[in-house]
Protein backbone atom coordinates (compact mmCIF):
# COMPACT_ATOMS: atom_id res chain seq x y z
CA UNK A 1 0.00 0.00 0.00
CA UNK A 2 0.74 3.39 -0.78
CA UNK A 3 2.48 4.91 2.14
CA UNK A 4 0.56 8.50 3.61
CA UNK A 5 2.07 12.32 2.88
CA UNK A 6 3.25 13.73 6.08
CA UNK A 7 3.57 17.47 5.50
CA UNK A 8 5.14 20.02 8.02
CA UNK A 9 7.48 23.10 7.91
CA UNK A 10 9.10 25.23 10.51
CA UNK A 11 9.69 29.04 10.15
CA UNK A 12 13.62 29.52 10.22
CA UNK A 13 13.76 32.39 12.87
CA UNK A 14 16.17 32.24 15.96
CA UNK A 15 17.42 29.25 17.78
CA UNK A 16 15.14 26.68 18.88
CA UNK A 17 14.41 25.21 22.22
CA UNK A 18 13.74 21.95 23.95
CA UNK A 19 9.85 22.23 23.48
CA UNK A 20 10.68 22.88 19.70
CA UNK A 21 12.00 19.00 19.59
CA UNK A 22 10.08 17.73 21.60
CA UNK A 23 6.80 19.12 19.91
CA UNK A 24 7.89 18.79 16.48
CA UNK A 25 11.61 17.67 15.36
CA UNK A 26 11.67 14.54 17.70
CA UNK A 27 8.68 13.70 16.01
CA UNK A 28 9.46 14.72 12.76
CA UNK A 29 11.94 11.99 12.95
CA UNK A 30 9.53 9.18 14.38
CA UNK A 31 7.43 10.13 11.40
CA UNK A 32 9.66 8.77 8.64
CA UNK A 33 9.11 5.01 9.83
CA UNK A 34 5.47 4.81 9.09
CA UNK A 35 4.98 7.83 6.53
CA UNK A 36 6.24 9.57 3.21
CA UNK A 37 7.42 13.03 5.31
CA UNK A 38 7.89 16.57 3.82
CA UNK A 39 9.27 18.43 5.82
CA UNK A 40 9.66 22.72 4.42
CA UNK A 41 11.77 25.47 5.98
CA UNK A 42 9.11 28.40 5.69
CA UNK A 43 11.23 31.10 4.88
CA UNK A 44 8.55 32.73 2.99
CA UNK A 45 6.62 32.64 6.16
CA UNK A 46 9.20 34.25 8.00
CA UNK A 47 9.10 37.58 5.95
CA UNK A 48 5.93 38.53 7.59
CA UNK A 49 8.78 40.24 9.89
CA UNK A 50 11.66 42.20 8.32
CA UNK A 51 14.83 40.04 8.04
CA UNK A 52 18.04 40.99 7.62
CA UNK A 53 19.47 39.09 4.79
CA UNK A 54 23.19 37.83 6.26
CA UNK A 55 20.53 37.07 9.50
CA UNK A 56 17.92 35.18 7.27
CA UNK A 57 20.61 33.18 5.08
CA UNK A 58 22.53 31.81 8.03
CA UNK A 59 19.12 30.95 10.24
CA UNK A 60 18.37 28.95 7.24
CA UNK A 61 21.40 27.03 7.83
CA UNK A 62 21.22 26.63 10.85
CA UNK A 63 17.79 25.13 11.38
CA UNK A 64 18.34 23.00 8.49
CA UNK A 65 21.67 21.51 10.08
CA UNK A 66 19.30 20.94 13.10
CA UNK A 67 16.50 19.30 11.56
CA UNK A 68 19.49 17.16 10.00
CA UNK A 69 20.86 16.61 13.79
CA UNK A 70 17.80 15.63 14.96
CA UNK A 71 17.13 12.72 12.37
CA UNK A 72 15.32 13.96 9.30
CA UNK A 73 17.16 11.72 6.70
CA UNK A 74 17.39 13.58 3.50
CA UNK A 75 17.40 9.85 1.61
CA UNK A 76 13.97 8.98 2.99
CA UNK A 77 12.21 12.07 3.54
CA UNK A 78 12.24 15.17 1.67
CA UNK A 79 13.82 17.98 3.22
CA UNK A 80 13.87 21.35 1.21
CA UNK A 81 13.50 25.04 1.94
CA UNK A 82 10.36 27.05 0.85
CA UNK A 83 11.39 29.56 -1.14
CA UNK A 84 12.85 27.21 -3.79
CA UNK A 85 9.88 25.92 -4.68
CA UNK A 86 7.96 28.55 -6.97
CA UNK A 87 4.84 26.26 -7.18
CA UNK A 88 4.26 27.67 -3.29
CA UNK A 89 3.57 31.20 -4.16
CA UNK A 90 1.81 29.95 -7.63
CA UNK A 91 -0.96 28.60 -5.36
CA UNK A 92 -0.56 31.36 -2.90
CA UNK A 93 -2.32 33.02 -5.36
CA UNK A 94 -4.71 31.19 -6.15
CA UNK A 95 -5.69 29.86 -3.10
CA UNK A 96 -6.01 33.79 -2.03
CA UNK A 97 -8.66 34.25 -4.18
CA UNK A 98 -10.94 31.00 -3.16
CA UNK A 99 -10.90 32.58 0.68
CA UNK A 100 -13.08 34.90 2.02
CA UNK A 101 -12.00 37.84 3.86
CA UNK A 102 -13.75 37.32 6.62
CA UNK A 103 -12.53 33.76 6.93
CA UNK A 104 -9.06 35.20 7.73
CA UNK A 105 -10.02 38.33 9.94
CA UNK A 106 -11.50 35.51 12.36
CA UNK A 107 -7.87 34.08 12.73
CA UNK A 108 -6.91 34.72 16.54
CA UNK A 109 -2.94 34.21 15.81
CA UNK A 110 -3.45 37.29 13.28
CA UNK A 111 -5.96 39.29 15.72
CA UNK A 112 -3.08 38.26 18.62
CA UNK A 113 -0.32 40.00 16.34
CA UNK A 114 -2.24 42.95 15.24
CA UNK A 115 -3.02 43.61 18.70
CA UNK A 116 0.59 43.81 19.71
CA UNK A 117 1.79 45.66 16.61
CA UNK A 118 -0.74 48.31 14.72
CA UNK A 119 2.15 48.48 11.42
CA UNK A 120 1.12 45.00 10.41
CA UNK A 121 2.14 44.14 6.73
CA UNK A 122 -0.49 42.22 4.65
CA UNK A 123 1.38 38.83 4.37
CA UNK A 124 0.97 38.78 7.69
CA UNK A 125 -2.91 38.65 7.20
CA UNK A 126 -2.64 36.03 4.10
CA UNK A 127 0.11 33.80 6.24
CA UNK A 128 -2.62 31.05 6.71
CA UNK A 129 -3.27 30.61 3.32
CA UNK A 130 0.46 30.09 2.19
CA UNK A 131 0.10 27.23 5.04
CA UNK A 132 -2.45 25.75 2.99
CA UNK A 133 -0.60 26.27 0.03
CA UNK A 134 2.20 24.37 1.01
CA UNK A 135 0.06 21.82 2.92
CA UNK A 136 -1.97 21.16 -0.08
CA UNK A 137 0.31 21.08 -2.82
CA UNK A 138 1.71 17.61 -1.68
CA UNK A 139 -1.72 16.24 -1.50
CA UNK A 140 -0.86 15.70 2.25
CA UNK A 141 -3.12 13.16 4.28
CA UNK A 142 -1.65 14.03 7.90
CA UNK A 143 0.11 17.26 9.34
CA UNK A 144 2.12 17.07 12.63
CA UNK A 145 1.43 20.40 14.29
CA UNK A 146 1.00 22.20 17.95
CA UNK A 147 -2.50 23.25 18.79
CA UNK A 148 -1.78 26.99 18.23
CA UNK A 149 -1.63 26.08 14.50
CA UNK A 150 -5.10 24.29 14.62
CA UNK A 151 -7.32 27.24 12.98
CA UNK A 152 -4.95 26.88 10.30
CA UNK A 153 -5.03 23.69 9.65
CA UNK A 154 -9.14 24.18 9.57
CA UNK A 155 -9.02 27.26 7.18
CA UNK A 156 -6.80 24.58 4.80
CA UNK A 157 -9.55 21.79 4.72
CA UNK A 158 -12.24 24.79 4.55
CA UNK A 159 -10.44 26.52 1.50
CA UNK A 160 -9.75 22.15 -0.03
CA UNK A 161 -13.23 21.65 0.03
CA UNK A 162 -14.29 24.89 -1.61
CA UNK A 163 -12.16 24.56 -4.33
CA UNK A 164 -12.95 20.34 -4.75
CA UNK A 165 -16.67 21.49 -4.59
CA UNK A 166 -16.69 23.78 -7.75
CA UNK A 167 -13.60 21.96 -9.99
CA UNK A 168 -14.10 18.51 -8.78
CA UNK A 169 -11.39 15.97 -6.40
CA UNK A 170 -8.14 18.20 -6.88
CA UNK A 171 -6.87 18.45 -3.12
CA UNK A 172 -6.55 15.78 -0.40
CA UNK A 173 -8.33 16.80 2.37
CA UNK A 174 -5.77 17.04 4.93
CA UNK A 175 -6.13 15.95 9.11
CA UNK A 176 -3.96 17.64 11.64
CA UNK A 177 -1.94 15.44 13.81
CA UNK A 178 -1.58 16.67 17.21
CA UNK A 179 1.44 15.26 19.79
CA UNK A 180 0.51 13.79 23.21
CA UNK A 181 3.02 16.30 25.10
CA UNK A 182 4.32 18.40 22.46
CA UNK A 183 2.69 21.46 22.69
CA UNK A 184 2.92 20.92 26.66
CA UNK A 185 6.76 22.31 27.13
CA UNK A 186 6.25 24.63 29.51
CA UNK A 187 8.43 27.62 30.70
CA UNK A 188 10.79 26.73 33.35
CA UNK A 189 9.70 29.86 35.74
CA UNK A 190 6.17 29.91 34.58
CA UNK A 191 5.02 26.11 33.50
CA UNK A 192 1.84 27.39 32.87
CA UNK A 193 2.63 29.16 29.76
CA UNK A 194 4.00 27.31 26.95
CA UNK A 195 8.02 27.45 26.41
CA UNK A 196 8.91 30.23 23.67
CA UNK A 197 11.92 30.86 21.80
CA UNK A 198 10.98 34.11 21.58
CA UNK A 199 10.66 34.68 25.53
CA UNK A 200 12.13 37.39 26.34
CA UNK A 201 13.14 35.53 29.86
CA UNK A 202 16.26 33.96 28.40
CA UNK A 203 16.29 31.41 32.13
CA UNK A 204 12.55 30.33 31.06
CA UNK A 205 13.81 28.29 27.86
CA UNK A 206 16.67 25.73 27.48
CA UNK A 207 18.00 26.19 24.47
CA UNK A 208 18.76 23.82 22.14
CA UNK A 209 22.84 25.51 22.65
CA UNK A 210 22.95 26.42 26.41
CA UNK A 211 25.97 24.69 27.41
CA UNK A 212 26.13 22.19 30.22
CA UNK A 213 26.53 25.15 33.25
CA UNK A 214 23.98 26.96 31.71
CA UNK A 215 21.55 24.14 31.75
CA UNK A 216 22.03 23.51 35.32
CA UNK A 217 21.71 26.96 36.20
CA UNK A 218 18.76 27.06 34.32
CA UNK A 219 17.18 23.40 35.99
CA UNK A 220 18.23 23.91 39.22
CA UNK A 221 16.02 27.42 39.38
CA UNK A 222 13.32 25.61 37.63
CA UNK A 223 9.98 26.27 39.84
CA UNK A 224 8.58 23.11 41.33
CA UNK A 225 6.13 22.56 44.62
CA UNK A 226 6.52 22.87 47.89
CA UNK A 227 4.18 19.41 48.45
CA UNK A 228 5.69 17.98 51.41
CA UNK A 229 6.94 15.19 51.45
CA UNK A 230 7.88 16.09 47.52
CA UNK A 231 6.02 14.13 45.26
CA UNK A 232 7.52 13.30 41.68
CA UNK A 233 4.30 12.54 39.81
CA UNK A 234 2.52 13.53 36.18
CA UNK A 235 -0.02 16.01 37.00
CA UNK A 236 -0.91 19.00 35.07
CA UNK A 237 -3.26 21.12 37.09
CA UNK A 238 -1.52 20.64 40.48
CA UNK A 239 2.36 20.06 39.50
CA UNK A 240 3.15 22.40 35.98
CA UNK A 241 6.87 22.54 36.83
CA UNK A 242 7.08 18.69 37.76
CA UNK A 243 4.87 17.54 34.62
CA UNK A 244 7.38 19.67 32.73
CA UNK A 245 10.81 18.18 33.68
CA UNK A 246 9.07 14.70 33.62
CA UNK A 247 8.43 15.59 30.04
CA UNK A 248 11.35 16.14 29.31
CA UNK A 249 13.33 13.93 30.79
CA UNK A 250 11.00 11.16 29.08
CA UNK A 251 10.85 12.27 25.75
CA UNK A 252 14.94 12.58 25.71
CA UNK A 253 15.71 9.41 27.86
CA UNK A 254 12.83 7.43 26.02
CA UNK A 255 11.42 5.88 29.13
CA UNK A 256 8.00 6.48 29.59
CA UNK A 257 6.67 8.87 32.24
CA UNK A 258 4.92 6.11 34.80
CA UNK A 259 8.50 4.02 34.88
CA UNK A 260 10.13 7.76 35.49
CA UNK A 261 7.48 8.13 38.18
CA UNK A 262 8.42 4.59 39.74
CA UNK A 263 12.22 5.13 39.63
CA UNK A 264 11.82 8.70 41.55
CA UNK A 265 9.07 7.38 44.20
CA UNK A 266 10.48 8.91 47.68
CA UNK A 267 13.48 11.22 45.81
CA UNK A 268 13.50 14.26 46.14
CA UNK A 269 13.38 17.34 43.87
CA UNK A 270 17.04 17.94 44.06
CA UNK A 271 17.85 14.17 42.85
CA UNK A 272 15.01 14.88 40.34
CA UNK A 273 16.51 17.82 39.11
CA UNK A 274 20.21 16.32 39.06
CA UNK A 275 19.49 13.54 36.69
CA UNK A 276 17.07 16.02 34.29
CA UNK A 277 20.29 18.51 34.21
CA UNK A 278 22.34 14.89 33.16
CA UNK A 279 20.40 13.65 31.07
CA UNK A 280 19.51 16.98 29.42
CA UNK A 281 23.65 17.81 29.00
CA UNK A 282 23.77 14.04 27.87
CA UNK A 283 21.39 14.33 25.32
CA UNK A 284 22.12 18.05 23.95
CA UNK A 285 26.23 17.50 23.66
CA UNK A 286 25.04 14.55 21.56
CA UNK A 287 22.92 16.52 19.49
CA UNK A 288 25.18 19.59 19.19
CA UNK A 289 28.16 17.91 17.81
CA UNK A 290 25.66 16.32 15.06
CA UNK A 291 24.83 19.38 14.02
CA UNK A 292 28.38 20.73 14.15
CA UNK A 293 29.09 17.48 11.34
CA UNK A 294 26.23 19.34 9.26
CA UNK A 295 26.51 23.10 9.80
CA UNK A 296 30.25 22.69 9.10
CA UNK A 297 29.66 20.98 5.79
CA UNK A 298 28.41 23.33 3.18
CA UNK A 299 28.77 21.15 0.18
CA UNK A 300 26.92 18.58 2.43
CA UNK A 301 23.95 21.25 2.89
CA UNK A 302 24.20 22.57 -0.56
CA UNK A 303 23.58 19.39 -2.43
CA UNK A 304 20.92 18.15 0.38
CA UNK A 305 18.83 21.24 -0.17
CA UNK A 306 19.22 20.76 -4.17
CA UNK A 307 18.53 17.43 -4.20
CA UNK A 308 15.16 18.54 -1.56
CA UNK A 309 13.94 21.39 -3.83
CA UNK A 310 14.29 19.15 -6.77
CA UNK A 311 11.93 16.14 -5.57
CA UNK A 312 9.54 18.64 -4.21
CA UNK A 313 9.53 20.04 -7.45
CA UNK A 314 8.29 17.29 -8.79
CA UNK A 315 4.95 16.42 -6.40
CA UNK A 316 4.20 20.28 -6.28
CA UNK A 317 4.27 20.88 -9.94
CA UNK A 318 1.73 18.15 -10.74
CA UNK A 319 -0.49 19.51 -8.29
CA UNK A 320 -0.41 22.76 -9.54
CA UNK A 321 -0.71 21.23 -13.06
CA UNK A 322 -4.02 19.65 -12.23
CA UNK A 323 -5.25 23.04 -10.65
CA UNK A 324 -4.11 25.14 -13.50
CA UNK A 325 -6.12 22.41 -16.13
CA UNK A 326 -8.73 22.69 -13.58
CA UNK A 327 -8.96 26.61 -14.09
CA UNK A 328 -8.62 27.06 -17.31
CA UNK A 329 -5.28 28.58 -16.93
CA UNK A 330 -2.56 27.21 -19.33
CA UNK A 331 -5.01 25.12 -21.91
CA UNK A 332 -3.44 26.66 -24.90
N1 LIG B 1 3.35 28.34 10.39
C1 LIG B 1 4.10 27.27 10.96
C2 LIG B 1 4.73 27.72 12.28
O1 LIG B 1 5.06 28.86 12.42
C3 LIG B 1 5.16 26.78 10.01
C4 LIG B 1 4.56 26.24 8.75
C5 LIG B 1 4.64 26.80 7.50
C6 LIG B 1 3.79 25.06 8.63
N2 LIG B 1 3.97 26.04 6.61
C7 LIG B 1 3.43 24.97 7.25
C8 LIG B 1 3.37 24.08 9.55
C9 LIG B 1 2.64 23.92 6.80
C10 LIG B 1 2.58 23.03 9.08
C11 LIG B 1 2.23 22.96 7.72
O2 LIG B 1 4.90 26.91 13.15
Known amino acids: MKKKIIFSGIQPTGLLTIGNYIGAL ?67 WILNCFTNFGEIKRMTQFKEKIHLNKNVNVGLFNYPILMASDILLYQTNKIPVGKDQIQHIELTRDIAYRFNNIYGNIFTIPEKRLNNYGSCVMSLLDPKKKMSKSDYNNNNIISLFDDDFIIKQKINNAVTDSDYPPNIKYDLKNKPGISNMLIILSNITGHSIKNLEQNFKNKNY ?15 NKLRKKYFFY ?30 DAIGLDSL
Open 26 to 92: SQWKYLQKKYFCIYCIADLHSLTIFQEKNILNKNILDILSVCLACGINPKQSIIFIQSHVPQHSQLH
Open 270 to 284: KDFKKSVIQNLCLFL
Open 295 to 324: RTNKILLKDIITTGATKAKKYASLTLKKVY
